[in-house]
């Protein structure tokens, strides 16, 4: 039997939504911008390398994140950085840092204040 590979159905976003309305939202979001790309001075909430951050009402965060590009240096730090980052925030259970490629990431994705930090606007 030959399977067909389902395109993505059309309006269904790809990337999840992050719980922006759990308590804890905010705090885990500023412990995000803590995290620095070493070779990009801008934090990576605002570069937009944190796709989604789930947090489950036990305190459980799960962050989905990529990088600027699959070779880039730190990728094999970088999970770790924002997990420790995470975990420091009162509250916090338990983080799990997934790395993901796909949708790759664009300099659209960086929010307005990175645009201005880094000259494109």
Do not use: K
């Not at 804890?24 to 944190?50: H, K, M, Q, S, W």
């Amino acid at each position: 039997m030959n399977a067909e590979v389902e395109p993505p159905t059309e309006g269904v976003p790809l990337i999840r939504p992050s719980t922006t309305g759990h308590p804890l939202y905010d705090a885990v979001v500023e412990a995000c911008r803590t995290v620095y790309d070493p070779e990009i001075p801008v934090n990576i909430f605002d570069l937009g390398l944190v796709y989604t951050v789930e947090i489950l009402d036990e305190g459980d965060v799960a962050v989905t994140m990529t990088l600027t590009a699959p070779g880039c240096p730190v990728a094999g730090d970088m999970p770790g950085w924002v997990q420790d980052a995470i975990s420091a925030v009162p509250g916090v259970r338990q983080v799990d840092v997934d790395l993901v490629w796909d949708p790759q990431w664009g300099m659209d994705m960086m929010s307005d204040e990175a645009r201005l930090e880094l000259g494109f606007m």
